[in-house]
């Protein structure tokens, strides 16, 4: 076995893009740069905001077109923003592969996702376009479903024999700490909502005057005259 991990290209991954220009002369851009995807099939080429001398993706820096290998999360994420097109990028060229995704040298719109009540029209005339497939997905796991089928995209498995066990671990238990640090502060906030409900309703109910009211954070003064 070698001890460089490879990886087929093409690679493709999920994602979405943004919609620019005139209404039927649409294109697709990046989410946050706002490159022009180039139609007709061809491949967009990579570049580094950050240095000029980097030829994407430089490990350590953002540079590369990026994708999500396919999962749950990942068919989830690109189907939340109601306002963007998601879809599957076929990647080539160099890659950096990461837990949860990839950054590629360069990339182009293999498929669009069509997703039932939101713009058909516009999303069928983009994948003309740019001679992608429409894949018409009304859920997560119909996009999954279409990704397993046509064997696109890294599972979870590959993923870890090509970043070795100790990275992959890592990862995901720093994943596991950005949803333990989320939820305690959804925590936080609902106790905060329910002691000022219960300080509301106390107020409302009690005759006038000042009174203490005793909330999990200490005393709470409250005056209703
Ligand atoms: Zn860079």
Redesign the pocket.
């Known amino acids: 076995m070698s001890d460089t991990p490879l990886v087929a290209t093409p690679l493709y991954g999920l994602r979405t893009w943004t919609v620019v220009g005139e209404s039927g002369a649409e294109r697709l851009a990046g989410p946050h740069q706002c490159t022009t995807w180039p139609p007709g099939g061809a491949w967009l080429e990579a570049t ?4 000029p001398v ?1 030829q ?3 490990h350590g ?4 077109l990026h994708a999500w290998h396919p999962s749950r999360r990942s068919a989830r994420r690109i189907l939340a923003g109601r306002r963007d097109v998601p879809g599957i990028a076929e990647a080539r060229g160099a890659m950096e592969v990461h837990e949860d995704g990839f950054r590629a040298e360069r990339a182009r719109p293999y498929a669009l996702v069509l997703v039932p009540g939101r713009n058909a029209r516009l999303v069928r005339r983009l994948a003309k376009v740019y001679a992608a497939q429409v894949v018409e997905a009304d859920s997560p796991d119909a996009v999954l479903a279409f990704c397993r089928a046509r064997g696109l995209g890294l599972d979870e498995s590959t993923v870890v024999r090509l970043l070795g066990p100790a990275t992959a671990a890592e990862y995901r238990r720093a994943r596991r700490e950005r949803v333990r640090a989320d939820a305690l502060r959804l925590a936080a906030a609902v106790a905060a909502v329910a002691l000022l409900v219960v300080a509301g309703l106390r107020v409302a109910t009690d005759p006038p005057g000042d009174r203490v009211l005793h909330g999990r954070t200490g005393e709470i003064h409250t005056n209703s005259r």
Do not use: I, N
């Open positions: 580094c905001t950050q240095s980097h994407p993706p430089t820096c953002g540079c590369g």
